[in-house]
């Protein structure tokens, strides 16, 4: 369930310092270290899942409950209110989508423009 050498498994056990956004049994958010928008944060499963790539059918309700949770903390986060404000969801990935830390993680990036990245 947990991968000792991850670093996303410490920062949901407490191990790695985070700036906490939200906690439950199953899931754990925290603010990006280096944030490409005004409100930048990841949403991460506590359960070790390497990527999207690993994601199936028995990881549907998790999933759902991270997507369904994202807007809740974006408002409450900063981002202005559909439609004029938003967010943008990203998941990075393997390699080749850009994915750096290998434990699945959904980005959560809004706020006013410009923003570094996009
Ligand atoms: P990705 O490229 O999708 O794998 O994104 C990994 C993200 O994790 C990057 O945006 C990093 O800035 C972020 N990150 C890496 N280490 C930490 C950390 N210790 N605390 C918070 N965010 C981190």
């Given at each position: 369930m947990?991968d ?7 920062i949901a056990?407490?191990?790695i310092?985070s700036?906490k956004?939200?906690?439950d049994?199953?899931?754990y958010?925290?603010h ?5 928008a005004p409100?930048?944060?990841?949403i991460?499963p506590k359960q ?5 790539a690993?994601v199936?059918?028995q990881?549907?309700?998790?999933l ?6 994202a807007?809740r903390?974006?408002?409450?986060q900063g981002c ?6 938003g967010?943008?969801?990203?998941v990075n ?10 434990h ?7 706020g006013?423009?410009?923003w570094?990245?996009?």
């Open positions: 947990h000792p050498n991850c670093i996303f498994c410490k056990a407490g191990q310092p700036k956004v939200y906690e049994e199953d899931l958010a925290f990006d270290i280096a944030p490409w409100v930048h944060f990841l991460i070790h899942i390497a990527s999207m690993q199936g059918a990881h549907e309700a998790l759902g409950r991270i997507m369904a949770l807007p903390l974006a408002l409450e202005n209110p559909y439609p004029e404000g967010f943008r969801i990203v990935t393997g390699a080749e989508g850009g994915q750096e830390v290998q699945l993680h959904v980005h959560v990036m809004g006013p423009r410009p570094l990245k996009g």
